[in-house]
Every structure is written in structure tokens, then in C-alpha cells.
């Protein structure tokens, strides 16, 4: 499934609970995450106030959102302004310098690599494209 970031959290930081976390579930994990070698971001951790543990790439933690209901969806972006695909081609400051990330940012392969390595996708899962990433 499609993973996003959230504008108004800080960095390794939550700030979705409660409602936000019913609509926007945190990615959770039990170990720390290991990427591909070419990925071009840093898979990480942070600790919600649950003592969950949620994944981050480059510190920005990561959510699912749930409209999206197959994989390829991209239902969630720019959903209030706040909410977008994680930008894993773009430079991690690309947020911090006012730029929001847009799908276009979106490197598809990097995206599905991420998700099998977590979990989220099957080792030959086939993506299927939204209108935004045609």
C-alpha cells in the first residue's frame, strides 16, 4: 500500500493520534526496518507515545491512509494540504524549504522496494498506477 508522510509532524516526531491515527494508521513495527542497499533515503524508527514503534524515512514518520484500498492507491494526497506520498527521490529538506512534495516527486520503484522490505507488499506484487502517477 501507498505510504505517506504528515507536513505538521516534526522530525522522528508523531503528531497523528486519535482520530488523525484512526484515519492515517501509523506504519508500526516490531524490529527495526532494513531497506534495500539503494535506497536512497535512511529507514528508521520513532516511538509514539503508545511505546509503539513507527517507521520513518529520513525521519519523517510514515502512515497508510484508509481509503486507500489496493495497492497503487493514491487517494491520500494532498488530502488537507498536510498529507502526502512520501517523496523518496527528493531531497529530504524538500518539506523544510517551503517546496510540499508532489506525486510527481515519486520514484514508484523506490516506493515498492520500501514496502517489500517492510512487509507491506509480496516480493512481486504488481503495482497498479493512480491518474496522479501516470
Do not use: F
Not at 23 to 49: D, E, H, Q, S, Y
Not at 85 to 105: C, E, H, K, Q
Request: include cysteine; aromatic fraction near 6%.
Amino acid at each position: 500500500m501507498t505510504l505517506y508522510l504528515y507536513t505538521r509532524d516534526e522530525p522522528n516526531v508523531s503528531n497523528c493520534y486519535d482520530q488523525c491515527a484512526t484515519n492515517w494508521p501509523p506504519l508500526i513495527v516490531t524490529a527495526a526496518p532494513t531497506g534495500p542497499a539503494n535506497l536512497p533515503g535512511k529507514l528508521g524508527t520513532t516511538t509514539r507515545k503508545d511505546g509503539k514503534m513507527q517507521v520513518t524515512y529520513d525521519g519523517k514518520p510514515l502512515y497508510l491512509w484508509i481509503r486507500d484500498t489496493k495497492p497503487g492507491d493514491t487517494t491520500g494526497q494532498g488530502v488537507n494540504n498536510v498529507w502526502y506520498v512520501i517523496p523518496v527521490s527528493a531531497p529530504a529538506t524538500t518539506a523544510a524549504a517551503g517546496g510540499l512534495p508532489r506525486a510527481g516527486d515519486v520514484s514508484l520503484p523506490t516506493i515498492a522496494a520500501i514496502a517489500v522490505a517492510l512487509g507491506i507488499l509480496g516480493l512481486g506484487t504488481r503495482l497498479l498506477l493512480g491518474p496522479r502517477l501516470r
